[in-house]
């Protein structure tokens, strides 16, 4: 038998070790919680008998035989004072005369008797999270066995549906979207029919509003994290804008005073479109300094990227959620983000109120689906999308069949290994609602 130790940051890569050094066949003999992650301790060719004998330890066992004496005794005690309350009610009922050893008990109709538990004696908080942690342990431990053996069973009995599973793996969309999309074409038997009803399901996911954004007018606002080109993508709206309509109504708002040459980059596109900036810094009122701007048709904000734990930050989303803005928020996304990335810039910036999403560097990407999943799932139109450096002419529409087309065509060009794959049907797992199979 070969037993060996692993450590990893969390329960999933430490599984991970396990199977790569032991094999599937390896069994899970113990985990504990170590400074920096988890130790998980495995064995090839386990058997129970193989185990070493108990070694007795008596002082332990006398502590657990007194232990045991106590419950005994209490829950006796317990069972006795129970029969005698019964007693003396089922005589006092009955019009029977109490003995001398049962005493009186008064009780008055009007007042409830009141019963007191007896105090517990307070417990180690350290004793719950050691608890707790073994039971995480467990559960993790029970999610990536149960995706494995899943995603194990799907390939044996339904090769065709996990070689689909696959494919959407590789355009990099999420579990949960992959399955409810493989529930739309389940009744298809030919796999380059059913793959095009696949993509072609996607393509019918993807929200896209009816009316162009600066089309429709009114207050536009860029959101998001630093990086993901807000200002830039400003700028190329308000080109856009100048070149169709001309810039006698449109006004450029700057909310950015935490970057150094923010401003200075909307100053000069100002100067050079011939339109007004106006600079709104923090602690300042941004209705007053809209409402000189209402007459203006389109009014395009820039924001400051900040970070989610910034007090600026909120501050920044409860003024574009007042009232007395009406703005249309617009989360602009780099589609370079990562998974998690993309996720805590969505649940940092939805309490502003958004209108929809702006994906950005379309041609610096390798992969389209994880932005595509998270504008599915939260159900965020797609407003532009930018694919170059150049103003304005890297600002497309989005089409949702090509926007599909282009997602497959950067697609990971290796097939998931089949870790991969036993990991995403665990999150499957993992989420309520979401169960693969």
């Not at 998980?40 to 129970?48: E, G, I, Q, R």
């Not at 069972?79 to 008990?105: C, H, K, M, Y």
């Not at 996990?162 to 494919?167: D, F, G, M, P």
């Not at 006698?248 to 040459?261: C, E, P, T, Y």
Request: glycine fraction near 8%.
């Amino acid at each position: 038998m070969q037993v060996k130790r692993f450590f990893a940051a969390d329960m999933r890569q430490a599984m991970k070790l396990v199977r790569d050094e032991l094999g599937s066949d390896a069994a899970i003999i113990g985990n504990r919680r170590i400074a920096g992650g988890v130790e998980l301790t495995a064995a090839l060719d386990y058997k129970l008998s193989a185990l070493a004998p108990r070694v007795p330890n008596a002082e332990l066992e006398d502590e657990l035989r007194k232990t045991q004496s106590r419950i005994v005794t209490a829950q006796a005690e317990l069972t006795g004072r129970g029969d005698a309350v019964e007693g003396g009610n089922r005589q006092l009922f009955a019009g029977q005369p109490l003995t001398a050893s049962e005493p009186l008990i008064e009780q008055h109709v009007d007042e409830p008797a009141v019963v007191t538990a007896p105090a517990s004696a307070p417990v180690d908080p350290r004793l719950f999270d050691a608890m707790r942690f073994e039971l995480t342990g467990l559960r993790e431990l029970l999610e990536v066995q149960l995706g494995s053996l899943a995603w194990s069973q799907l390939q044996g009995s339904k090769p065709q549906q996990a070689n689909l599973w696959r494919r959407l793996q590789r355009l990099g969309l999420s579990g949960g979207l992959a399955r409810e999309l493989l529930d739309l074409t389940a009744g298809i038997e030919e796999p380059r029919h059913a793959w095009r009803m696949v993509l072609a399901h996607l393509a019918r996911m993807i929200d896209v509003p009816e009316i162009e954004p600066i089309e429709e007018g009114g207050v536009i606002a860029m959101v998001g994290p630093a990086g993901m080109g807000k200002t830039t993508t400003l700028a190329k709206l308000a080109a856009r804008y100048v070149l169709k309509y001309g810039a006698n109504n449109l006004a450029l708002v700057s909310m950015d005073s935490f970057r150094i040459g923010a401003q200075e980059q909307l100053k000069t596109l100002g100067r050079i479109l011939n339109v007004p900036v106006t600079y709104v810094d923090p602690g300042e009122s941004l209705a007053q300094a809209l409402e000189p701007l209402l007459r203006k048709r389109v009014v395009l904000i820039d924001t400051a990227g900040l970070q989610a734990s910034d007090p600026a930050l909120r501050m920044q989303l409860e003024t574009l959620a007042g009232r007395g803005i009406a703005a249309k928020n617009y989360l602009v996304l780099a589609t370079t983000s990562q998974k998690q990335v993309l996720t805590a810039a969505y649940h940092s910036y939805k309490r502003c109120g958004l209108a929809g999403c702006i994906l950005t560097k379309l041609d610096e990407t390798a992969c389209l689906g994880e932005v595509l999943s998270l504008a599915i799932s939260h159900e965020l139109p797609v407003a532009y999308l930018t694919d170059g450096p150049r103003i304005p002419d890297d600002l497309q529409l989005p089409r949702k069949h090509q926007l599909v087309s282009r997602a497959v065509s950067v697609q990971l060009q290796e097939e998931p290994s089949d870790e991969a794959m036993a990991d995403m049907f665990a999150d499957l797992y993992h989420s309520p609602g979401k169960r693969a199979g």
